[in-house]
């Protein structure tokens, strides 16, 4: 390249307009020519845009524990590592006064913006044009639920990237559209600290500011594990990806001591009409770009480096895999695609994804106020929410299922019973129902925390009950709103052919009922938890398999529940059960008395 054909190119590249195939063909043939430094002393830690030179930081770490808030604009960090990961494309293909790649400024950068895979932690390779090219999360499902993405969800790309270099003392750093999040890995095991795995297990963005362990963060995975331990080996290693969205704008203070980071995009910006689910995130892709990411590193001995880069959107050439973890993982191959022209197929031949202009380089300070920076470090986003349901509802029969007829001849008597399936090909009978009490407090002899919730804690259940059900539960376990606790016993047989496990969760063995005077019935919104051994013990903690039955072998059981005012007050309550069999199915009734004053 001449001096001319270099001076059109800088000129074409700082026009606010569509960055063409021909312009960036003519920027990536500068680029490949050797660079020449412009001058700084050799005593300076120099690094370069590459894809794969810089020293591979180590991939887990323990998470910041729950509770122990970092002051804002003091994120800590790891000097050798920042700014990566599950990525998609960020290409960074740049031009300097001498031919380089670092693009306008004439300064030479101390730091490399450096692609990783997620799923493996390691180095991606350049692309055929010196393009820093990322994995990209996809997602199974796409975006379903675009009201949540526009109010409390968003979309985290999984477009990561870190910063690497050799006496980084801080990081700063700003994106024009969305906002930046961090994410860390860490590894937990049952063998290590059960509790803590139990809360992982039963992570939700329902959950989100929940939890000791996993409270402060606004995405929880479970990556995966290579370890070929079995899932019930309690030392079985699991990766655990912990993403905390931060703002528009980081500062980050790096120091050896902390956990790996790497920071990726985020938008809850309206990405318009799309034909399904999973084309939605690529239309969120699309969002950024055009947009500009700016990057300052300052070192130890006090001197800043600024890059800063343009984002495009492209759809790279890949391949999906399963990893050693049996994870289905990105295989990408560095190489910008057309699709449509090389008749390839989205997901099994490429995937669309961001790369990088670095436009210009400097070794001024952060340009930007750092006013707002980590805005949102100090507090998990707020939680998906669930929507209200009737506390009475109408029966649904379903299909090749009969409406039960309720009258004295269908009517079982409570020492009679009938007959319910738990799981297929199982047949039991519930007799000797009885309703032993009805009361707004706690049964006398049960402990709230000795219960098994179903839903890992109990303030996780208030907050689903009382947006769903209408009610909470105070820590004594007395309910406030229109609900009562009932304890319940009966004797379950097995009447069927073979032995079989089974749950004392009397939810499960049938409904609260009523019937109006038409004959419809409905039913009730209720929750039930398992006693065991015929008396108060609290049944094993996320387990329904509390009894096995042989056929003809017998147990009395108790449970309690938490069921409506309105159907217990109706007088034609009643227990309805469900019968399974392929040839008959159909539901039973038996009668149910209100305990007596």
Not at 115 to 123: E, G, H, K, N
Not at 430 to 452: K, V
Not at 560 to 568: D, F, K, R, S
């Given at each position: 390249?001449?001096?001319?054909?270099?001076?059109?190119?800088?000129?074409?590249?700082?026009?606010?307009?569509?960055?063409?195939?021909?312009?960036?063909?003519?920027?990536?043939?500068?680029?490949?020519?050797?660079?020449?430094?412009?001058?700084?002393?050799?005593?300076?830690?120099?690094?370069?845009?590459?894809?794969?030179?810089?020293?591979?930081?180590?991939?887990?770490?323990?998470?910041?524990?729950?509770?122990?808030?970092?002051?804002?604009?003091?994120?800590?960090?790891?000097?050798?590592?920042?700014?990566?990961?599950?990525?998609?494309?960020?290409?960074?293909?740049?031009?300097?006064?001498?031919?380089?790649?670092?693009?306008?400024?004439?300064?030479?950068?101390?730091?490399?913006?450096?692609?990783?895979?997620?799923?493996?932690?390691?180095?991606?390779?350049?692309?055929?044009?010196?393009?820093?090219?990322?994995?990209?999360?996809?997602?199974?499902?796409?975006?379903?639920?675009?009201?949540?993405?526009?109010?409390?969800?968003?979309?985290?790309?999984?477009?990561?990237?870190?910063?690497?270099?050799?006496?980084?003392?801080?990081?700063?750093?700003?994106?024009?559209?969305?906002?930046?999040?961090?994410?860390?890995?860490?590894?937990?095991?049952?063998?290590?600290?059960?509790?803590?795995?139990?809360?992982?297990?039963?992570?939700?963005?329902?959950?989100?500011?929940?939890?000791?362990?996993?409270?402060?963060?606004?995405?929880?995975?479970?990556?995966?594990?290579?370890?070929?331990?079995?899932?019930?080996?309690?030392?079985?290693?699991?990766?655990?990806?912990?993403?905390?969205?931060?703002?528009?704008?980081?500062?980050?203070?790096?120091?050896?001591?902390?956990?790996?980071?790497?920071?990726?995009?985020?938008?809850?910006?309206?990405?318009?009409?799309?034909?399904?689910?999973?084309?939605?995130?690529?239309?969120?892709i699309d969002l950024f770009d055009g947009a500009t990411l700016t990057i300052t590193a300052t070192f130890a001995d006090g001197h800043t480096t600024t890059q800063v880069i343009e984002l495009h959107a492209a759809d790279v050439k890949a391949a999906m895999t399963q990893g050693d973890s049996g994870v289905y993982e990105i295989e990408l191959t560095p190489e910008i695609v057309d699709p449509e022209a090389d008749g390839l197929e989205k997901y099994a031949d490429y995937i669309h994804t961001l790369y990088g202009v670095v436009k210009q380089t400097t070794h001024e300070a952060f340009p930007y106020s750092l006013d707002n920076a980590n805005e949102f470090e100090d507090a998990a986003s707020e939680p998906m929410t669930f929507e209200r349901q009737d506390v009475v509802r109408p029966l649904d029969v379903g299909n090749g299922t009969s409406a039960p007829v309720v009258s004295e001849e269908t009517l079982h008597s409570a020492e009679e019973g009938a007959r319910f399936t738990f799981e297929q090909?199982?047949?039991?009978?519930?007799?000797?129902?009885?309703?032993?009490?009805?009361?707004?407090?706690?049964?006398?002899?049960?402990?709230?925390?000795?219960?098994?919730?179903?839903?890992?804690?109990?303030?996780?259940?208030?907050?689903?009950?009382?947006?769903?059900?209408?009610?909470?539960?105070?820590?004594?376990?007395?309910?406030?709103?229109?609900?009562?606790?009932?304890?319940?016993?009966?004797?379950?047989?097995?009447?069927?052919?073979?032995?079989?496990?089974?749950?004392?969760?009397?939810?499960?063995?049938?409904?609260?009922?009523?019937?109006?005077?038409?004959?419809?019935?409905?039913?009730?919104?209720?929750?039930?938890?398992?006693?065991?051994?015929?008396?108060?013990?609290?049944?094993?903690?996320?387990?329904?398999?509390?009894?096995?039955?042989?056929?003809?072998?017998?147990?009395?059981?108790?449970?309690?529940?938490?069921?409506?005012?309105?159907?217990?007050?109706?007088?034609?309550?009643?227990?309805?059960?469900?019968?399974?069999?392929?040839?008959?199915?159909?539901?039973?009734?038996?009668?149910?008395?209100?305990?007596?004053?």
């Open positions: 390249m001449n001096e001319n054909e270099f001076w059109a190119a800088y000129t074409d590249s700082q026009k606010e307009i569509e960055l063409t195939k021909e312009r960036k063909r003519t920027i990536v043939n500068a680029a490949r020519r050797p660079h020449v430094k412009d001058g700084r002393s050799a005593s300076s830690h120099e690094a370069v845009v590459s894809g794969g030179q810089a020293k591979r930081p180590s991939m887990t770490a323990p998470a910041a524990p729950s509770g122990q808030r970092r002051p804002r604009s003091r994120i800590m960090l790891p000097i050798a590592a920042c700014l990566a990961v599950i990525a998609l494309a960020v290409g960074l293909v740049t031009l300097n006064g001498n031919g380089g790649l670092f693009g306008f400024g004439g300064a030479t950068p101390d730091f490399a913006v450096q692609a990783y895979a997620a799923d493996s932690d390691s180095i991606l390779e350049m692309g055929t044009e010196n393009q820093i090219i990322f994995s990209r999360t996809v997602d199974t499902y796409g975006i379903s639920d675009k009201a949540a993405y526009l109010s409390t969800e968003g979309y985290y790309t999984g477009c990561l990237f870190r910063v690497e270099g050799e006496g980084l003392a801080r990081i700063q750093a700003t994106v024009s559209t969305g906002a930046l999040y961090s994410r860390t890995n860490e590894t937990v095991s049952a063998g290590d600290d059960p509790d803590k795995l139990n809360e992982l297990m039963s992570w939700k963005p329902t959950a989100r500011g929940l939890g000791e362990h996993y409270g402060a963060y606004d995405d929880v995975q479970v990556v995966g594990s290579n370890d070929g331990l079995e899932k019930s080996d309690p030392n079985k290693q699991w990766v655990v990806s912990l993403t905390k969205k931060l703002g528009s704008t980081i500062d980050v203070a790096v120091d050896e001591d902390s956990p790996a980071c790497s920071f990726g995009f985020w938008t809850n910006e309206d990405y318009g009409e799309v034909e399904s689910d999973m084309d939605a995130p690529d239309a969120v090909d199982s047949l039991f009978s519930i007799s000797n129902l009885a309703m032993l009490e009805r009361s707004t407090d706690m049964p006398d002899g049960i402990a709230l925390e000795s219960l098994r919730s179903g839903m890992g804690s109990w303030a996780y259940y208030n907050r689903v009950v009382s947006q769903i059900d209408g009610y909470t539960l105070d820590d004594d376990g007395t309910i406030q709103g229109d609900f009562s606790w009932v304890v319940m016993e009966a004797d379950i047989a097995n009447v069927g052919k073979r032995s079989s496990e089974l749950t004392a969760d009397g939810g499960f063995f049938g409904e609260y009922a009523i019937v109006d005077d038409e004959g419809a019935v409905s039913t009730a919104l209720a929750r039930s938890f398992a006693l065991l051994n015929g008396g108060w013990d609290s049944a094993k903690s996320n387990e329904y398999s509390d009894l096995v039955l042989a056929p003809g072998e017998s147990s009395h059981v108790r449970w309690v529940a938490i069921v409506p005012n309105e159907i217990l007050d109706d007088p034609s309550l009643f227990f309805l059960t469900f019968v399974d069999d392929s040839d008959n199915r159909h539901f039973e009734c038996i009668e149910l008395s209100l305990p007596s004053e």
